[in-house]
């Protein structure tokens, strides 16, 4: 009977899911002055129709404070597990975006038949030229007895902040000199 439970035990081991905490922004590009806004999410919560269930989690978001500004108060709890009765706990800072919260209620009406659910959202600001690297430092999903389910590497994402070009100094002296040349011919006229 004993060999029985382990072998069961094994093969339920075997069979959980690795969910995916990933990030994604809306564009690839931006210029500097641009918001972006970045989406944390949980991925292949469904596999040859097993599903796995989060009921809490607890993430944080690095990134370089030089090439973005960031303010705590966009970050926005997307519902994955729906009204959560611990947090939504925001301890964000200059150069980390972070949210952790945990329910204990049904978590299967948000979840439920999905692949894919978003889990935070956040705002920042391009500030300066560069790329800019979005990665975790924490990244954790937890099941309904608040221990951490299997995960595989958090994967971050990049982008780039392009430098508006301006237009030359040069250029506009000779646009203004030339309106000052038609401007006083016009008044001789």
Known sequence: MKKFFLLLMAAATFNANAALISITTDKDTYNVGETITATVRASELSESGAQTYFFGYDIAVLFDSLFVSFD????????????????????????????????????????????EVDIFSFVLVALSSGKVELSFSKAELSNSLGSNLSLDTPQGTSFEIAQVSAPGTFALSLLALGGMFFARKRAKS
Do not use: R
């Open 72 to 115: 705590p108060t966009t970050v926005m709890d997307l519902g994955a597990i729906g009204v959560p009765l611990f947090g939504p706990l925001n301890d964000s800072s200059a150069d980390s975006a972070s949210l952790s919260s945990a329910t204990f209620g049904p978590v299967e009406f948000f979840q439920a038949g999905k692949n």
